[in-house]
């Protein structure tokens, strides 16, 4: 069935089964009223602050081919989430907006609508409501609403601060040119790959602990590429970038053991730092952490951290430190213009 047959109002009743809320958190939720309403003081469970985010995802710029409708749903959570995790913060709502076209089978629909709630509620989000439009083609944008503490800025850095990463860089890259077919590698480690672009995995309790460690001065999620991102933070804490290339992850460990992949040095620092798509979490810390050897570990353990580089003045500029030379890094990455 097409969903100009089952029409809006039959539509929006199909869509709203597929969420599921806390009625003593959320006693009117998606496609019971006008607007969602919370119970704001059980919903904050004592945090000092709300934390809002927006991002919009369109088929024809972030969908690639072979991306299942249920990954669509699941994207669009994912990457407001990591814009929660980026600032340490617990989310909680999510709202949902959606552009169709009139010929899409309720079947799509419903695996998207599956997709959403899947990652929503992994991460203890609900879904309490959202839009629906006719478009030329499928466009989504949810906004996440989440609470903190002491929410993490981009502006926090200081000189003498490490830089970090989470997790790994590069996988979600890799698929990237193997769908353009630039690249050939064996079928384990494109099922990998591709899983890391099509289904991405926000950092939420990555976020949240390194931001409660009270080390953490700065952070931003990694969407559109380390260089990129190395640089936004860097502008907004009015500082420089020293980093080392030999300790960025590039690929993850699943990929690296799968084996068959040869790589050159210049191919896997293209990877982890020229493209978007890996959400991983860029941030700083205060140096005297390295002093606690028992939180550092904690951080390695369980953010799978990785110490990049420091924080220089800004007049130094963002640069790769090889032996004793400086090679200026590419500011370069993912842009939507």
Known sequence: MKIEDLGEIGLIERIVKGFHVDKQIVPIGAGEDDCAVIDIEKAKAGYNYLIVTTDTLQESTHFPAGISPFQMGWSIVAVNLSDIAAMGAHPFAFTIAMGIPAQTETSFVDELVAGIEKCASSY?????????????????????????????????????????????????????????????VPDRVEAVAKRALFQPVPRVKEGILIANSGVATAMIDISDGLALSVAE????????????????????????????????????????????????????????????????????????????????????????????????MELKGYQHF
């Open 124 to 184: 203890h989000t609900v879904v309490v409501g959202g839009d629906l439009s006719r478009s030329t083609e499928l466009i989504l944008t949810g906004t996440c609403i989440g609470f903190a503490d002491n929410p993490i800025r981009r502006s926090g850095a200081n000189v003498g601060d490490l830089i970090c990463v989470t997790g790994s860089l590069g996988n979600a890259a890799l698929a990237v040119k193997v769908l353009k077919g630039e690249m050939d």
């Open 233 to 328: 933070l860097a502008k907004r804490s009015n500082v420089g970038a020293e980093l080392y290339e030999e300790n960025v992850p590039v690929l993850s460990e699943e990929i690296r053991r799968e084996g068959g992949l040869e790589l050159s040095p210049r191919e896997r620092g293209e990877l982890a730092c020229y493209y978007g798509g890996d959400y991983e979490l860029l941030f700083t810390i205060d140096p005297r952490a390295l002093n606690n050897e028992d939180l550092m570990n904690r951080l390695k353990r369980e953010v799978q951290m990785s110490i990049i580089g420091h924080v220089v003045p800004r007049e130094e500029g963002i640069y790769f430190k090889k032996g004793e030379t400086k090679e200026m």
